[in-house]
C-alpha cells in the first residue's frame, strides 16, 4: 500500500466551472476526512465519512460542495460553480481508528480558481 | 469550538541553537498530533501523543504533552538546516461525536540559517 493517493494534483478552472476530486485511502482505513488549506494557514476540516456514511460537515462546507464514499473505500468532493474563494489545497487524511495512530494525508489537490 | 494556539508563528534560528514551539488549545482533549510541511507539500506526520504527560522523540525534535495544562511543546535540539519547515499542531477534536476531526493552529515557518 502506498499511502493515501489523491488524484488530480492540480486543478485550474474557470470560475462558475464544477470540478472533482479523487481521494483513495489506505484500505484498511475506515476513517476518511477532507480538509482544505489556504496558503498561510493550518488545514481546516471540511468533512468526515465512516466507511460509507458521511457523518459530520463543516460550516464551511456550503451546499456547493458535496462529498461521497460511495463503497466506503474511496471519496469525491464536488464543488459547483467554484468561486476564486475557494482557490485552495484541499486535504484527504485516513486513519483505521480513532485517530490513535495518525491520520495519513495524502498529497492534496491545489485548485486555482481564475 | 475548540482553539488551538501556536506560538512562535515564525521563527528564525541559528543552527546548533536549541529552541521550543508551543501550543495551547481551548478544550479537553487527550490526543495532540505534530506535522511537519514544506512548502508546496502535504503533511508529514512527526508525532501521536494520546495521554497526558506523553514524551516522544525522533532525531532532534521532542515532543510532550500536558493534558491539564492544555499544552504541547516541540522541541528542537541543535537545529540543522533541515529542519526548516513549517509545522503544525493538530488536536484530536470529539466534539461531533467519536470523529476525532482534527483542528490544526495556524503553523510555526522555522527557518533554521547557517
Known amino acids: 500500500d502506498t499511502g493515501v493517493s489523491q488524484d488530480p494534483r492540480h486543478k485550474i478552472t474557470k470560475r462558475g466551472q464544477n470540478v472533482t476530486f479523487r481521494c483513495d485511502p489506505i484500505s484498511e482505513h475506515n476513517r476518511l476526512y477532507w480538509y482544505r488549506q489556504t496558503l498561510g494557514q493550518g488545514p481546516e476540516f471540511l468533512t468526515y465519512f465512516q466507511n460509507e456514511a458521511q457523518l459530520e460537515k463543516s460550516r464551511l462546507l456550503s451546499d456547493r460542495f458535496s462529498a461521497e464514499r460511495p463503497k466506503g473505500s474511496f471519496s469525491t468532493l464536488e464543488i459547483q460553480r467554484t468561486e476564486q474563494g475557494d482557490s485552495a489545497m484541499y486535504l484527504c487524511?485516513?486513519?483505521?481508528?480513532?485517530?490513535?495512530?495518525?491520520?495519513?494525508f495524502g498529497s492534496g489537490t491545489r485548485l486555482t480558481v481564475v | 469550538e475548540l482553539k488551538v494556539e501556536q506560538n512562535p508563528l515564525f521563527l528564525s534560528m541559528q543552527e546548533g541553537k536549541n529552541y521550543t514551539i508551543y501550543c495551547n488549545y481551548s478544550t479537553t482533549s487527550d490526543r495532540l498530533y505534530w506535522y511537519r510541511q514544506d512548502p508546496g507539500k502535504s503533511l508529514e506526520s512527526l508525532f501521536v501523543l494520546l495521554s497526558n504527560g506523553a514524551v516522544k522523540q525522533e532525531g532532534r525534535l521532542m515532543a510532550s504533552l500536558d493534558t491539564k495544562a492544555r499544552l504541547s511543546t516541540l522541541h528542537i535540539t541543535a537545529a540543522v538546516h533541515d529542519l526548516s519547515a513549517t509545522y503544525f499542531c493538530?488536536?484530536?477534536?470529539?466534539?461531533?461525536?467519536?470523529?476525532?476531526?482534527?483542528?490544526f493552529g495556524k503553523g510555526t515557518l522555522l527557518t533554521v540559517n547557517p
Open positions: 487524511a485516513s486513519t483505521p481508528g480513532q485517530g490513535t495512530y495518525g491520520y495519513t
Open positions: 493538530a488536536v484530536g477534536d470529539n466534539s461531533g461525536g467519536s470523529n476525532y476531526k482534527l483542528t
